[in-house]
């Protein structure tokens, strides 16, 4: 069950900012009309769609086409390192070429087992250099390796586009420094998890200027209350998380910080518009 409170439903007259998500993915490929009607409804004005492979980078492309909210990042994952074809660099710098994007999602993963941690650097370090060149926002993966990330990051001069770490689940202390780096982190379903200590630490110690809302769809929904029927769930019953889920994520946040709901939108949705103005048009 989660802690938070209902959702007033004012919340859909506040302008909200979904700063991460994969629109693109298989599974809310059948749904996608009704995840974008149930997104608009809840008053998501923007949504920033992240490529993970380059498999997906055409999808993710059409829907930055044919949508005007939605906003993309281009780039290869750290799960999708393995068979990674010659080239990649080059064809993601001609992707980045045909319309206004950031890179992403980018990163590093030590939970993943297959002996590629090696490689997997090489390729978040070369997409990240490629973000410094082009002077382009990147959003940040990382899972079970917060003291490499770190010395990578904060071994860089300040970023010239900004930086985004979703889901951050790095440590307090390093909050402050990272944004001395003109990097940010966003905050999502597990926000609203009843033993998310270390989200709530960061909630709570995170700069106000640096702290923005995703949804991750469609993994790492929030934890719904028992009255509270999911949008949409996959063939094995688990529910799938979609941006019109972030206001219940922003009233965990606000309950944390002690803001009102409006307030939370206002800076969550300023702080995601500075970060990916190059995007927006």
Same mark, same amino acid.
């Given at each position: 069950m989660s802690i938070s409170s209902p959702i007033p439903s004012d919340t859909k007259n506040f302008a909200w900012f979904d700063a991460h998500n994969h629109l693109q993915d298989p599974r809310l490929a059948p749904y996608r009309p009704q995840v974008l009607d149930r997104a608009r409804a809840a008053g998501i004005t923007t949504l920033h769609v992240d490529a993970t492979c380059e498999a997906d980078w055409p999808a993710v492309q059409t829907l930055a086409d044919t949508h005007p909210d939605v906003i993309c990042s281009f780039g290869i994952h750290p799960w999708f390192i393995k068979g990674l074809r010659d080239g990649w660099l080059p064809r993601l710098r001609e992707q980045l070429s045909r319309r206004s994007a =950031?890179? =992403? /999602?980018? =990163?590093? $993963?030590?939970?993943? =087992?297959? $002996?590629? $941690? %090696? /490689?997997? &650097? !090489?390729?978040?370090? *070369?997409? #990240? $250099? #490629?973000s410094v060149e082009l002077e382009l926002p990147a959003s940040v993966h990382c899972r079970d390796a917060w003291p490499r990330m770190l010395d990578i990051l904060l071994a860089m001069p300040p970023h010239p586009a900004g930086l985004l770490i979703h889901a951050y689940s790095g440590p307090a202390d390093a909050l402050d420094t990272l944004a001395e780096k003109n990097i940010s982190i966003s905050f999502g379903g597990t926000l609203t998890r009843p033993n998310a200590k270390k989200a709530i630490e960061n909630a709570k110690n995170v700069q106000k200027d640096r702290f923005l809302l995703e949804s991750d769809a469609?993994? #790492?929904?929030? %934890?719904? #209350? &028992? !009255? &509270?029927? *999911?949008?949409?769930r996959d063939k094995n019953g688990k529910v799938l998380s979609e941006p019109a889920y972030i206001p219940q994520i922003a009233a965990r946040l606000a309950e944390i910080r002690g803001l009102s709901l409006a307030e939370v939108a206002e800076q969550t949705t300023a702080n995601a518009r500075r970060l990916f103005a190059k995007l927006i048009s």
């Amino acid at each position: 069950m989660s802690i938070s409170s209902p959702i007033p439903s004012d919340t859909k007259n506040f302008a909200w900012f979904d700063a991460h998500n994969h629109l693109q993915d298989p599974r809310l490929a059948p749904y996608r009309p009704q995840v974008l009607d149930r997104a608009r409804a809840a008053g998501i004005t923007t949504l920033h769609v992240d490529a993970t492979c380059e498999a997906d980078w055409p999808a993710v492309q059409t829907l930055a086409d044919t949508h005007p909210d939605v906003i993309c990042s281009f780039g290869i994952h750290p799960w999708f390192i393995k068979g990674l074809r010659d080239g990649w660099l080059p064809r993601l710098r001609e992707q980045l070429s045909r319309r206004s994007a =950031g890179i =992403g /999602e980018i =990163g590093l $993963d030590a939970r993943m =087992g297959d $002996d590629l $941690d %090696t /490689e997997r &650097e !090489s390729v978040f370090r *070369a997409q #990240l $250099d #490629l973000s410094v060149e082009l002077e382009l926002p990147a959003s940040v993966h990382c899972r079970d390796a917060w003291p490499r990330m770190l010395d990578i990051l904060l071994a860089m001069p300040p970023h010239p586009a900004g930086l985004l770490i979703h889901a951050y689940s790095g440590p307090a202390d390093a909050l402050d420094t990272l944004a001395e780096k003109n990097i940010s982190i966003s905050f999502g379903g597990t926000l609203t998890r009843p033993n998310a200590k270390k989200a709530i630490e960061n909630a709570k110690n995170v700069q106000k200027d640096r702290f923005l809302l995703e949804s991750d769809a469609p993994d #790492l929904p929030p %934890t719904l #209350l &028992e !009255s &509270e029927k *999911a949008f949409l769930r996959d063939k094995n019953g688990k529910v799938l998380s979609e941006p019109a889920y972030i206001p219940q994520i922003a009233a965990r946040l606000a309950e944390i910080r002690g803001l009102s709901l409006a307030e939370v939108a206002e800076q969550t949705t300023a702080n995601a518009r500075r970060l990916f103005a190059k995007l927006i048009s």
